[in-house]
């Protein structure tokens, strides 16, 4: 396959007027296509603009989102079969990664297959957008091409700016840097496809009594909770096997703190609204590797981070709670030999509601450009139901294989319905 770019223009918003690493990514794979550009152009806030000073800063001078029109040679089924997945292929169906200075927060790639299906890419600036964001952007996007800008009665609204504005953040390690973990390599990245009956699975094995144990979980575990603790669980044997021994490690849960505190704010409230809920495990602690633990600690990990929201009544009260958690991390990174994943859930989020006129996507697929470090992210399969996870920061295939046939062995017993393997692809820097 091949993908060669048609055109490239930058549409601005219908009313010219002034207001207002990294980047999120999405594909959605989709049969057809109508009024794109157009209904773009009216949906953008006036204010969109270029991100300036190394990215800390946006000018707001309407200059517009970039568009643009790309031919791909082959078939969309060759992709919508998972028959010839390569992460090459992926990444040029999204736009390019965003320059340090006056990019475009927003840039849209239509892809047109040979064979009349279409997928759409969007790449949105992570300095204004997280996943909640994105969604709630093409989906407003999505309504204003399908019946019209007028009937988009929840345009998506900036209100951070005021509520948390820029302040001096205490020096802090970063939990993010790419280099604190030594040189980057080549990675792997396996992308995993739970099933409902799986997930079930994994429940009944998180709640059951293990030999040995007298401890049952004190809450019913979510999907999320019984999969990423799951995830958790694998990579923390995958480094076993890697090392010779059991290493303590970090689990950053990236949580939307929409609705989970008292301050009161726009619904389609945009930006990056985020925190972390911290989780650790510290193989001195006592603690078996058992898949109810793992659960339990991303679970305890959310709930404290909620509570703390819950109690926030300031914009200054939101930014102390934040820094907290960045000092756990960090503290707990210092420790020597300590493993850093990061999760993002997309779960629940209405990206397989999104429908421009001629129907819903037949698969959405996030794109990650980046390589910095061990990044889990997950979003729900196309009927709700299931579970795609995709893991990234395997050093080699041998350590990806080794976590797939983990996955089929949960706390010792076969698990009969294990997740199936969707791409086993080599990245590099």
């Given at each position: 396959m091949k993908v060669q770019i048609l055109s490239r223009k930058v549409h601005s918003s219908i009313v010219s007027n002034s207001t207002q690493p990294s980047e999120l990514e999405i594909i959605m794979f989709r049969p057809a296509c109508c009024y794109l550009a157009w209904a773009l152009s009216f949906l953008l806030p006036t204010q969109w603009g270029r991100s300036i000073k190394e990215n800390f800063s946006i000018e707001c001078n309407d200059k517009g989102a970039e568009y643009l029109e790309a031919q791909v040679s082959g078939s969309l089924s060759q992709l919508l079969e998972r028959e010839e997945l390569e992460t090459e292929m992926w990444w040029h169906l999204v736009p390019g990664n965003f320059q340090p200075k006056n990019s475009p927060l927003l840039t849209i790639q239509f892809n047109m297959f040979d064979c009349g299906g279409l997928a759409i890419g969007t790449c949105m600036a992570h300095s204004i957008a997280d996943g909640y964001t994105i969604g709630a952007f093409v989906n407003a996007w999505a309504t204003a091409c399908r019946i019209g800008i007028e009937k988009v009665h929840c345009r998506p609204s900036f209100p951070f700016g005021s509520l948390l504005p820029p302040k001096n953040i205490p020096t802090i390690s970063s939990v993010c840097d790419p280099t604190r973990g030594g040189e980057i390599n080549k990675v792997v990245k396996k992308t995993f496809v739970f099933n409902r009956a799986t997930i079930s699975k994994l429940k009944e094995i998180a709640v059951s009594r293990t030999s040995g144990s007298n401890q049952l979980l004190k809450h019913q575990p979510t999907r999320v909770e019984v999969v990423t603790g799951l995830v958790w669980m694998i990579l923390t044997?995958?480094?076993?096997?890697?090392?010779?021994?059991?290493?303590?490690?970090?689990?950053g849960i990236v949580v939307n703190m929409r609705g989970k505190t008292s301050i009161t704010m726009p619904e389609y409230s945009c930006g990056n609204f985020v925190n972390f809920a911290i989780a650790q495990f510290m193989p001195d602690d006592g603690s078996k590797i058992e898949l109810r633990d793992f659960v339990n600690r991303v679970h305890a990990a959310t709930r404290s981070l909620?509570?703390?929201?819950?109690?926030?009544?300031?914009?200054?009260?939101?930014?102390?709670?934040?820094?907290?958690?960045?000092?756990?991390?960090?503290?707990?990174?210092?420790?020597?030999?300590?493993?850093?994943?990061?999760?993002?859930?997309?779960?629940?989020?209405?990206?397989?509601?999104?429908?421009?006129?001629?129907g819903k996507p037949s698969w959405v697929r996030l794109v990650d450009k980046t390589n910095n470090y061990s990044a889990i992210v997950i979003l729900d399969t196309k009927d709700g139901d299931g579970i795609e996870v995709v893991i990234r920061g395997f050093p080699d295939r041998n350590a990806a294989n080794k976590a797939k046939d983990l996955f089929g062995d949960v706390n010792g017993a076969k698990c009969p319905a294990a997740p199936r393997i969707v791409a086993n692809v080599m990245m590099s820097p």
């Open positions: 044997k995958v480094a076993q096997a890697i090392h010779g021994h059991l290493r303590p490690s970090i689990f909620v509570d703390d929201f819950a109690k926030a009544s300031s914009g200054d009260d939101l930014f102390w709670i934040k820094i907290k958690k960045m000092r756990e991390a960090s503290e707990a990174w210092e420790k020597p030999e300590t493993d850093l994943y990061m999760v993002s859930s997309l779960c629940r989020f209405p990206l397989y509601e999104t429908d421009f006129g001629w």
